[in-house]
């Protein structure tokens, strides 16, 4: 769970800081996705390190769900008969809904693929073959937005206790100053990763990006 | 003493307790209601359910069971949820839990611990001897029996010593289980391999304790850990999460130690 988890972490990262090379202007960007297919080339064949990249993020996402699937299936037979009254001491909202949360990342990467990568599924009708303009026509729709933008704070709250969860399952929490560094650890990066995927999308619905 | 509680003392206060009834492990329970008049602030939570138990006595009714042993916080027998808190609103055992800490016309919901790791034996009675089948598996050390060794032929540093005798103080009462979203003993386990773990005498048999106590943990059905921290926030003697770390820092090297 916890290394999946970091795995994941790290992918967002470097997806956000190509998914910010919009700012660049459409050659930067679409010469930018055309770079992540010739990436190591001659020693990669062309989209080879795309390839290494899905390969691990499969294995990563196969280790995730089932590590979830079995924790939730144990918690469940841990306490078949529940509390009338049970209140909420220490957890978070967002340690509170990691497991729906994670489901509807879930289901919402599989329509991000089908947007972006399977299907290019330009909803104006426009190119599906330029990158940059697919990002500009998509986010030119306030409800394309809404969506990207309610994934986002899901991602923001997985992470806000995924990351702190992940360092404290990896034994890296083990005094009180360890423990508030990963809590803020968890909170910086929920912050940059959803703030920052954020942007694309609202600076093309004001026209910032066109 | 303010006027107003002096007042409440003596005419003391009125409760709705809502109490788990369960004749035993097989048949199915379930909430009674029973109203309690002339509750003094100055009782424990305990001696408020002995005065009803002597009222259920009085009219021939079957009085609630619950466990109870030292009451004075140091043996870990007690243990309610009370209004969905381990030992109920403040940070300490149900028996040293007070009525001043409610109010007069409160409606007291109170059931055992949740886990079915802990089967319910009878009413607010729960089995808690998979804590001491974990602790057979490996909370122990093995020294041999004799007189005791002199004090200073073992070296324990400052730090170490503190931090072992401050997670020592668990007494296994099974209130971070009954708090754990996910029926997870490992703030238990967690403050028993760092106890034992910050000690000389607790390295010859480090590995094997990490593994095994989580064997054992595992195969009495407790659910597995997800860092949520409630069982930190109810624990009466405040063992911190940071235990749950270390548990996960030796299983990581029994683990590289091939175990």
């Not at chain 1, 990249?53 to 280790?63: C, F, S």
């Not at chain 1, 990467?109 to 909803?123: A, C």
């Not at chain 1, 034994?171 to 990066?189: F, N, Q, W, Y």
């Not at chain 2, 602790?135 to 029996?145: A, E, F, H, K, L």
Request: hydrophobic share 45%; with cysteine.
């Amino acid at each position: 769970m916890a290394v999946s988890g970091l795995i994941f972490i790290g992918f967002l990262l470097i997806h956000m800081y190509g998914n910010l090379k919009v700012f660049a202007g459409h050659d930067a960007f679409n010469e930018y996705a055309h770079h992540l297919r010739t990436f190591g080339e001659p020693m990669l064949p062309y989209g080879g390190l795309l390839w290494i990249i899905r390969v691990t993020l499969i294995a990563a996402l196969v280790a995730h769900v089932s590590s979830a699937v079995m924790l939730t299936i144990r918690a469940g037979k841990a306490r078949t008969t529940k509390y009338a009254v049970k209140k909420n001491l220490a957890s978070s909202l967002s340690s509170r809904t990691m497991r729906w949360g994670g489901l509807a990342l879930f289901i919402f990467v599989i329509w991000h693929l089908i947007h972006f990568t399977i299907g290019k599924v330009n909803p104006t009708g426009g190119a599906t073959n330029d990158p940059y303009q697919l990002v500009v026509d998509s986010f030119g729709l306030w409800w394309m937005v809404l969506i990207y933008l309610a994934a986002l704070v899901a991602v923001g709250l997985h992470l806000h206790h995924g990351t702190w969860s992940a360092m404290q399952t990896l034994g890296l929490t083990g005094s009180p100053r360890a423990r508030s560094r990963a809590k803020a650890a968890g909170l910086v990066i929920a912050v940059l990763i959803a703030g920052g995927f954020a942007l694309v999308p609202l600076s093309v619905l004001f026209g910032i990006v066109a | 003493m303010s006027a107003s509680t002096t007042e409440e003392a003596k005419t003391g206060m009125k409760l709705t307790l809502k109490i788990w009834r369960q004749p035993d492990a097989t048949s199915s329970g379930k909430l009674h209601t029973y109203q309690l008049a002339d509750v003094s602030p100055d009782m424990s939570f305990l001696e408020m359910l002995d005065v009803l138990n002597e009222e259920l006595n009085a009219k021939g009714e079957d009085p609630v069971a619950f466990d109870s042993d030292c009451r004075e916080g140091i043996c870990g027998m007690c243990g309610l949820m009370i209004n969905g808190e381990a030992h109920g609103p403040e940070v300490t055992t149900t028996c040293q839990l007070h009525m001043r800490s409610f109010s007069d016309g409160d409606v007291i919901t109170i059931e055992p611990w949740r886990s079915d790791a802990f089967p319910v034996m009878k009413d607010l009675c729960v089995d808690r001897q998979a804590f001491d089948r974990i602790i057979q598996s490996g909370g122990y050390i093995s020294v041999n029996t004799g007189s005791a060794p002199e004090a200073h032929s073992v070296q324990v540093p400052k730090d170490a010593a503190d931090r072992a005798f401050d997670v020592a103080t668990c007494i296994g009462c099974g209130a971070c289980v009954a708090a754990c979203p996910n029926g997870s003993a490992s703030l238990f386990i967690g403050a028993k391999i760092t106890h034992l773990g910050e000690l000389p005498q607790g390295q010859a048999e480090r590995d094997s304790r990490v593994v095994d106590m989580l064997g054992q943990h595992d195969a009495e059905g407790f659910g597995g850990c997800t860092n949520i921290g409630e069982c930190a926030a109810a624990c009466p003697k405040e063992i911190p999460l940071d235990v749950i770390s270390q548990l996960n820092k030796d299983l990581r090297t029994a683990m590289l130690h091939g175990r």
